[in-house]
T-cell receptor
Framework: DTGVSQNPRHKITKRGQNVTFRCDPISEHNRLYWYRQTLGQGPEFLTYFQNEAQLEKSRLLSDRFSAERPKGSFSTLEIQRTEQGDSAMYLC?????????????FGSGTQLSVL | DAKTTQPPSMDCAEGRAANLPCNHSTISGNEYVYWYRQIHSQGPQYIIHGLKNNETNEMASLIITEDRKSSTLILPHATLRDTAVYYCIVRGAYSGAGSYQLTFGKGTKLSVIP
């Protein structure tokens, strides 16, 4: 069990460019989550997958954001036409178990800076 | 999910118990209280959760009042490595839209002082 792995650790991009982040969850964890965190705030839910199915997306999530989890393993989060307001830490988490006992294991995040 | 209220910051002397309060006065019967913490530059880490009864694990104890409107997370012997932001989250154990989201507030920034 090597934990949740996120790559890259840091990403600097220019406004208007597309970026993609990768998350490798703990093996055999069937649920995978993406959260976003800005300075001084708690993490904000973006979306989650159960196996390969994307079951929920935040209503606040722009259509420039898309996430995939092919074959129910790793996941990617893509942001198209980045804006300065997209600058944040993007966190991935995975879990296993029923909702009453669920413990999320978070990665260390990808810090995005949009110039 | 019910909202929670936490003090923005607290200090604790190293080696002493840290008691972090959380108010959740609108909690309903099937909602659990979860605690996570976030050390600087890391993702949040699960600490403990409970429904009605007090809970204890290797990291902390969770004390939930009888009316369930508030709870306290106790770190029995705080160390410098416990300096972090601590989040109290209320979450329902039901299926349906929104059920798998965790709603984080701003949490309590705990500073453990040598």
């Amino acid at each position: 069990d090597t934990g949740v792995s996120q790559n890259p650790r840091h990403k600097i991009t220019k406004r208007g460019q597309n970026v993609t982040f990768r998350c490798d969850p703990i093996s055999e964890h069937n649920r995978l989550y993406w959260y976003r965190q800005t300075l001084g705030q708690g993490p904000e839910f973006l979306t989650y997958f159960q196996n390969e199915a994307q079951l929920e997306k935040s209503r606040l999530l722009s259509d420039r954001f898309s996430a995939e989890r092919p074959k129910g393993s790793f996941s990617t989060l893509e942001i198209q036409r980045t804006e300065q307001g997209d600058s944040a830490m993007y966190l991935c988490a995975s879990s296993l178990g029923g909702i009453s006992n669920e413990k999320l294991f978070f990665g260390s995040g990808t810090q995005l800076s949009v110039l | 999910d019910a909202k929670t209220t936490q003090p923005p910051s607290m200090d604790c002397a190293e080696g002493r118990a840290a008691n972090l309060p959380c108010n959740h006065s609108t909690i309903s019967g099937n909602e659990y209280v979860y605690w996570y913490r976030q050390i600087h530059s890391q993702g949040p880490q699960y600490i403990i959760h409970g429904l009605k009864n007090n809970e204890t694990n290797e990291m902390a104890s969770l004390i939930i009042t009888e009316d369930r409107k508030s709870s306290t997370l106790i770190l029995p012997h705080a160390t410098l490595r416990d300096t972090a932001v601590y989040y109290c989250i209320v979450r329902g154990a039901y299926s349906g839209a929104g059920s798998y989201q965790l709603t984080f507030g701003k949490g309590t920034k705990l500073s453990v002082i040598p």
